[in-house]
């Protein structure tokens, strides 16, 4: 089953600092489309229609738009709808709308029930039927990644919760009437600086794989396999055995106060590696079928202009880090939303999944057996607007992506028996039927006899009478021979002699 890549958009309301001072740039003008507004300083080209294919704004100038809103050229595919220009009050006050389509559209007044019910429920009822699935919010630092996910610290509220804890509750109320036959597992690793840490081991432990030859678990430098059904997992990552939403919420708490997090100039709680949450299910149904599915929910850090961050030494690192991870992953998107424009076109772009290991996880979400939504995050604030209008064409590419969906069905043991079984089964009936044609054909060997013998007596039965034919012809010959000896003695005066050689032959 083809199934796109579900894109919403989620519009931050603005911080109280900004509030006052600017009027929102970005607009929310149904459930579907939003609006930015971007400066525009050359006006002498005409408008473009509202409905072209393509956005593309120029250079803004900088000093209209704060210290760093720039906004770089279109790679030229997404689903932005188009853009008009405007001039409002001056030169240097000329705008641009540029208007972008998504699946969903969130603005600043939605609330968390709304954007988990219209973005991951469906994924959950998916996901409990046998397929894989993937929920990613990307956006640049503090749009409200994690407050989007449910990976800030769990609020006392419900209504304030995030996807996370709502996601866990469906799917333990779905599947707990069975709990015998359903089996839950929980992992949660972070990829920082393109290290591979289990947020389930103490930071205590730290031991990584090549330092601990003997096993103690190791927490970080762990890696990436593929299973022979074509999913990556993290190899030797913890796996707690799970039965509740509340079982799941301790580990993933537990887990994410050992996650990386850092102050930055934009977020005092920044999130600075890609958190990865998986809930591995496998429930038995009758008869000797088994349904194994993984959800993924993925926190990334998020993307950030270094100059704007004002990060210094170990930060800009990090932030130097988390860009390139954000990169190739705009990269494979783009990769496959022109395979997807171009199926048929060889060669088919190059999917660099593996230039990153944030890719290489989660390459099954992006044009592999998963149905996957992306949440994009963005801020509504003026000075955000470069950023803004770059994560919406991130996202409207993602919208092209296409995966292909499966229901994940593993044979159980008691499946591969019943197999086992009917394969001896009809190798015997095999064997069973070659001894029966065997001793067919010994009995008819056996029943032939007779006509072998029938055929023995008439071939004597025929040299008894050449045989005789024989003595015959040797008889007249013998006779002929005394005729002509006593004709012989008569005629010499002499008595015959006896005829030996017919005496002999009697
Ligand atoms: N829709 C929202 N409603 C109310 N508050 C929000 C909303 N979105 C974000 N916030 C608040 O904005 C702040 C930053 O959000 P958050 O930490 O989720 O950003 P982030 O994108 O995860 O940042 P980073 O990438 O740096 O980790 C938090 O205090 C959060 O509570």
């Given at each position: 089953m083809n199934s796109r890549v579900h894109v919403a958009?989620?519009?931050?309301?603005?911080?109280?600092?900004?509030?006052?001072?600017?009027?929102?740039?970005?607009?929310?003008?149904?459930?579907?489309?939003?609006?930015?507004?971007?400066?525009?300083?050359?006006?002498?080209?005409?408008?473009s229609?509202?409905n072209s294919s393509l956005a593309r704004?120029?250079?803004?100038?900088?000093?209209?738009?704060?210290?760093?809103?720039?906004?770089s050229p279109s790679p030229g595919v997404g689903s932005a709808l188009g853009s008009?220009?405007?001039?409002?009050?001056?030169?240097?006050?000329?705008?641009?709308?540029l208007?972008f389509e998504f699946d969903?559209?969130?603005?600043?007044?939605?609330?968390?029930?709304?954007?988990?019910?219209?973005?991951?429920?469906?994924l959950?009822?998916a996901?409990?039927?046998?397929f894989n699935a993937t929920v990613f919010?990307y956006?640049?630092?503090?749009?409200?990644?994690?407050?989007?996910?449910?990976?800030?610290?769990?609020?006392?509220?419900?209504?304030?919760?995030?996807?996370?804890?709502?996601?866990?509750?469906?799917?333990?109320?779905?599947?707990?009437?069975?709990?015998?036959?359903?089996?839950?597992?929980?992992?949660?690793?972070?990829i920082?600086?393109e290290?591979?840490?289990?947020?389930?081991?103490?930071?205590?432990?730290?031991?990584?794989?090549?330092?601990?030859?003997?096993?103690?678990?190791?927490?970080?430098?762990?890696t990436l396999r593929e299973d022979p059904s074509g999913n990556v997992f993290?190899?030797?990552?913890?796996?707690?055995?799970?039965?509740?939403?509340?079982?799941?919420?301790?580990?993933?708490?537990?887990?994410?106060?050992?996650?990386?997090?850092?102050?930055?100039?934009?977020?005092?709680?920044?999130?600075?590696?890609h958190?990865?949450?998986?809930?591995?299910?496998?429930?038995?149904?009758?008869?000797?079928?088994?349904?194994?599915s993984k959800?993924h929910?993925v926190?990334l850090?998020?993307s950030?202009?270094?100059?704007?961050?004002?990060?210094?030494?170990?930060?800009?690192?990090?932030?130097?880090?988390?860009n390139q991870g954000l990169l190739v992953l705009g990269q494979v998107i783009s990769a496959l939303a022109a395979r997807a424009a171009n199926p048929t076109s060889s060669p088919q772009p190059h999917v660099p999944y593996r230039d990153a290991k944030l890719c290489r996880l989660l390459q099954p979400a992006l044009g592999g057996n998963s149905r996957t939504v992306m949440?994009a995050?963005?801020?509504?604030?003026?000075?955000?607007?470069?950023?803004?209008v770059n994560a919406l064409r991130y996202a409207s590419r993602a919208r092209a992506i296409k995966n292909k969906c499966c229901v994940n069905v593993?044979?159980?043991?008691?499946?591969?028996?019943?197999?086992?079984?009917?394969?001896?089964?009809?190798?015997?009936?095999?064997?069973?039927?070659?001894?029966?044609?065997?001793?067919?054909?010994?009995?008819?060997?056996?029943?032939?006899?007779?006509?072998?013998?029938?055929?023995?007596?008439?071939?004597?039965?025929?040299?008894?009478?050449?045989?005789?034919?024989?003595?015959?012809?040797?008889?007249?010959?013998?006779?002929?021979?005394?005729?002509?000896?006593?004709?012989?003695?008569?005629?010499?005066?002499?008595?015959?002699?006896?005829?030996?050689?017919?005496?002999?032959?009697?």
């Amino acid at each position: 089953m083809n199934s796109r890549v579900h894109v919403a958009v989620r519009v931050r309301p603005p911080k109280s600092s900004a509030a006052d001072t600017d009027p929102p740039v970005v607009h929310c003008h149904d459930r579907s489309r939003v609006a930015v507004t971007v400066p525009s300083p050359v006006m002498s080209s005409p408008p473009s229609s509202a409905n072209s294919s393509l956005a593309r704004p120029r250079t803004p100038p900088v000093s209209a738009w704060g210290s760093d809103a720039s906004l770089s050229p279109s790679p030229g595919v997404g689903s932005a709808l188009g853009s008009t220009n405007s001039l409002a009050g001056s030169a240097a006050m000329a705008t641009q709308t540029l208007e972008f389509e998504f699946d969903t559209v969130f603005g600043p007044d939605a609330v968390q029930n709304d954007v988990y019910e219209q973005t991951v429920a469906p994924l959950v009822d998916a996901f409990t039927n046998g397929f894989n699935a993937t929920v990613f919010a990307y956006g640049q630092t503090a749009s409200g990644k994690s407050y989007t996910m449910g990976t800030a610290t769990l609020p006392r509220e419900v209504e304030q919760q995030g996807i996370i804890p709502r996601a866990l509750r469906a799917i333990f109320d779905t599947v707990s009437d069975d709990a015998m036959a359903v089996k839950a597992k929980l992992s949660l690793v972070e990829i920082y600086n393109e290290d591979i840490i289990d947020l389930l081991v103490p930071p205590s432990t730290t031991t990584s794989p090549s330092s601990s030859p003997g096993g103690s678990a190791a927490r970080s430098g762990l890696t990436l396999r593929e299973d022979p059904s074509g999913n990556v997992f993290v190899l030797g990552a913890t796996e707690r055995t799970v039965t509740s939403a509340a079982e799941c919420l301790a580990f993933l708490h537990q887990g994410l106060a050992n996650r990386t997090t850092g102050a930055t100039s934009m977020n005092p709680h920044s999130s600075r590696s890609h958190a990865i949450l998986t809930l591995a299910l496998t429930q038995h149904r009758a008869p000797h079928t088994t349904l194994a599915s993984k959800f993924h929910f993925v926190d990334l850090a998020g993307s950030e202009r270094l100059k704007r961050s004002r990060a210094e030494g170990g930060r800009r690192r990090e932030g130097i880090a988390i860009n390139q991870g954000l990169l190739v992953l705009g990269q494979v998107i783009s990769a496959l939303a022109a395979r997807a424009a171009n199926p048929t076109s060889s060669p088919q772009p190059h999917v660099p999944y593996r230039d990153a290991k944030l890719c290489r996880l989660l390459q099954p979400a992006l044009g592999g057996n998963s149905r996957t939504v992306m949440v994009a995050c963005v801020s509504g604030d003026k000075a955000d607007v470069g950023e803004t209008v770059n994560a919406l064409r991130y996202a409207s590419r993602a919208r092209a992506i296409k995966n292909k969906c499966c229901v994940n069905v593993q044979a159980s043991a008691g499946a591969v028996d019943e197999a086992r079984v009917a394969q001896l089964v009809s190798e015997n009936e095999r064997l069973r039927a070659l001894i029966a044609a065997m001793q067919a054909e010994r009995a008819l060997a056996v029943e032939n006899v007779p006509v072998v013998e029938v055929n023995t007596q008439e071939r004597d039965a025929q040299r008894r009478q050449d045989l005789n034919a024989f003595y015959a012809q040797c008889t007249a010959l013998m006779g002929r021979t005394a005729a002509l000896r006593s004709k012989l003695c008569a005629m010499s005066g002499g008595e015959a002699r006896p005829a030996l050689a017919q005496t002999a032959w009697a």
